[in-house]
């Protein structure tokens, strides 16, 4: 079967490798329909985290047609569609039934890999994989591409939201203007939020950001930015702040523009080096976060919001590239051509 593989910074191709094959009994073989690049794939492609060359790829979202089941699997069958979420909850230890599936304590590897691929090996899946009704063949493209988004970025977006602990009347900050901080924009219009700023230099994403329901932009950065979003609350700062980064510099500046007593949504990958605890604790300032739970999310309502039509996260996906052309659609996205590259693997 042909799986992506990390080749050296900066170039990612196609090889042909044994298709994965059932080694545990919570193992689930998928056959991958929709893929895609996320940017924390990029932290590898552009040389910042360093891993050895010729690496398995990092993708870890995909959908796709349950193809084999281990003897412990019961709750899906073989010719299942199904989401195959980038964390591996058990459904019944105490993280999981507090909602914070991404912090699973019963499996020991919590995270995919190797999803830009056209099957994978799906551990420890009886509770963490998510029934979508129907087919492939039943959905527009639009909507496999909302569905894929719960694999990932919608439930990620969807946690900076809670974990920030987002209300009804609450003015929001989103720093980050990819796939991650756009679905933020949703999750905070979903809990009520009054007000919802924005922080993208690219005209594409401010747009899209205002389809879903930005009200404000503020495209500066460090003091100028922290300056700008504090007049648009009038010197207090905002309620809630989902940092969807990751960086030393996002991070500073999520913990300057939050009121005293706000929580910070911490969804970006962690890249700082060191970490500002003096401000936090003199303005009262929470920073929460982590893993999105999102088997939680998207058997609660998050699917149900996509299929219903309440939301419309695909829209992320602005192109699409076959498999085939990973390397390319790596490149697009650090060249921030595109927001998310979709990766088209099968029809199911």
Same mark, same amino acid.
């Given at each position: ?5 990390? /080749? ?5 191709? =196609? ?14 073989? =998928?056959?991958?329909?929709?893929? #895609?690049? $996320?940017?924390?794939?990029?932290? &590898? ?12 790829? @990092? ?9 084999? !089941?281990? @003897? ?9 569609? /199904? ?12 993280? #999981? ?81 990819? *796939? /991650?901080?756009? $679905?933020?924009? =949703? *999750?905070?219009?979903?809990?009520? &939020? ?31 930015? /922290?300056?700008? =979003? ?13 940092? $969807?980064?990751?960086?030393?510099? @996002? ?53 149900? &919001? ?9 829209? !992320?996906?602005?192109? @699409? ?12 996205? &650090? ?14």
């Amino acid at each position: 079967m042909k799986d992506a593989i990390l /080749v050296k910074k900066g170039q990612m191709a =196609i090889k042909d490798v044994a298709k994965p094959t059932i080694q545990k009994p919570d193992d689930v073989i =998928i056959k991958v329909v929709r893929a #895609c690049v $996320c940017g924390s794939d990029l932290w &590898a492609y552009r040389g910042i985290d360093q891993v050895q060359p010729n690496s398995q790829n @990092s993708g870890h979202e995909s959908i796709g047609i349950v193809e084999e !089941v281990g @003897s412990a699997i019961t709750t899906v069958k073989p010719g299942d569609f /199904v989401i195959a979420p980038f964390t591996h909850g058990c459904g019944h230890c105490a993280a #999981c039934i507090a909602g914070y599936d991404g912090a699973c304590l019963g499996h020991d590897n919590n995270f995919s890999s190797g999803n830009q691929a056209e099957y994978i090996r799906f551990e420890h899946g009886q509770w963490a994989l998510i029934k979508i009704p129907g087919q492939p063949s039943d959905y527009s493209e639009g909507m496999l591409k909302s569905l894929l988004t719960l694999a990932d970025v919608m439930a990620t977006g969807y946690h900076a939201a809670r974990t920030a602990r987002v209300s009804k009347g609450d003015t929001v900050v989103v720093f980050g203007d990819g *796939a /991650v901080g756009l $679905c933020g924009i =949703i *999750a905070a219009k979903l809990r009520g &939020a009054k007000r919802i700023i924005s922080t993208s230099r690219h005209a594409d994403r401010e747009a899209l950001a205002k389809e879903f329901g930005a009200t404000d932009n503020v495209p500066e950065r460090g003091d100028e930015g /922290v300056k700008k =979003i504090l007049a648009l609350t009038n010197g207090a700062g905002a309620d809630a702040v989902l940092e $969807c980064v990751g960086t030393e510099e @996002s991070t500073a500046e999520a913990l300057q523009i939050g009121r005293p007593g706000a929580t910070i949504g911490r969804v970006g990958l962690p890249h700082t080096p060191k970490m500002d605890i003096a401000t936090p604790f003199y303005k009262g300032v929470a920073i929460a976060g982590g893993a999105a739970s999102v088997t939680t999310y998207d058997k609660k309502f998050l699917l149900k &919001a996509v299929l219903d039509g309440k939301i419309n996260p695909g829209k !992320v996906f602005t192109k @699409s590239f076959k498999l085939d052309d990973i390397n390319a659609a790596y490149k697009a996205m &650090a060249e921030r051509k595109v927001i998310k590259s979709l990766l088209v693997v099968s029809n199911g």
